[in-house]
């Protein structure tokens, strides 16, 4: 079962809803696979795994879901499982409301193109949600999950930041730091050697999980990042990347004319005068 963003009590009723039928249909439930807040486009929903795994051993031989979407939105996914390894494997896919079953061969045309009534369903969705991200980052809203280092979101308004004073101060001392000459690298070391939390570790102190490792030190990339991103004057600069397809996780670099930029949306960290003098070290 997959519910996307729909609320928990969702998810009881459809487990209720599934119990009551298969008690009805005198099948046993062997196990329960729940992947709520999860896209039905991925393959990579740990139930979704567990569930897939569990079929190939041969755990069970029915799928059982309140609707196909709920099984997948991805029509390639439902294809290759339910035409190529559902019948090797032995496994039947039945889904109650619109009446898909693997084992009635006269409705596979209406599988199929309830396959890509769904798939259409999810790039259109797709689409809104990127137009009204758009929107938001044209308001001077910030949408991302986390606030750049030096800045947290405001607890009044989570598209606006405010600073962090403790982590500003660092901020502006390393742009005083590269302004009187001292490299990246040198920068990096310097904080290392004062033992200044890196950003990914004061995140991961406030609880916040990245998704990803946590680096314990100041690297010269993390420091120039910071040096470069005119976040620290006050302005918001966001749609630099974007999705390659809305059924893929990978982004790709959007060309800058497509950025969008609102200007003072914010309290600066540093000021124009300094900005300029780091850009121009740069540039030389």
């Not at 910071?226 to 630099?240: A, E, S, W």
Request: net charge positive; hydrophobic share 35%.
């Amino acid at each position: 079962m997959e519910d996307g963003l729909e609320e928990s009590a969702s998810i009881q009723n459809q487990r209720e809803l599934l119990r009551t039928y298969a008690k009805e249909k005198n099948w046993d439930v062997v196990a329960v696979y729940i992947d709520e807040n999860y896209s039905g486009l991925g393959e990579d929903r740990p139930a979704f795994v567990e569930m897939i795994a569990a079929a190939k051993k041969g755990d069970f031989s029915i799928i059982l879901c309140k609707s196909q979407s709920r099984f997948s939105r991805n029509w390639e996914t439902v294809e290759r499982y339910f035409h190529r390894y559902f019948p090797l494997w032995g496994i039947r896919f039945v889904s109650i409301v619109d009446g898909t079953d693997t084992q009635n061969r006269s409705n596979k045309k209406a599988r199929q193109i309830n396959g890509l009534i769904n798939e259409w369903y999810s790039e259109e969705l797709s689409d809104n949600i990127r137009m009204v991200l758009r929107r938001k980052m044209e308001m001077g809203q910030f949408i991302g999950n986390y606030a750049p280092y030096g800045y947290e979101k405001s607890k009044l308004d989570q598209h606006k930041l405010i600073i962090i004073p403790e982590e500003a101060k660092v901020v502006v001392e390393m742009a005083n730091w590269y302004v009187l000459g001292d490299s990246f690298r040198t920068i990096a070391d310097q904080l290392n050697a004062k033992k200044i939390p890196t950003p990914s570790e004061t995140k991961r102190k406030k609880g916040q999980d990245l998704g990803r490792p946590v680096c314990l030190q100041w690297k010269a990339g993390t420091v120039g990042k910071i040096l470069k991103n005119p976040v620290y004057l006050g302005h918001m600069v966001q749609g630099k990347e974007e999705k390659i397809s809305f059924k893929s996780k990978i982004r790709k670099e959007v060309p800058k004319e497509r950025w969008v930029v609102v200007r003072n949306t914010h309290e600066p960290i540093l000021t124009e005068e300094v900005f300029a003098q780091i850009e121009e070290r740069r540039k030389r």
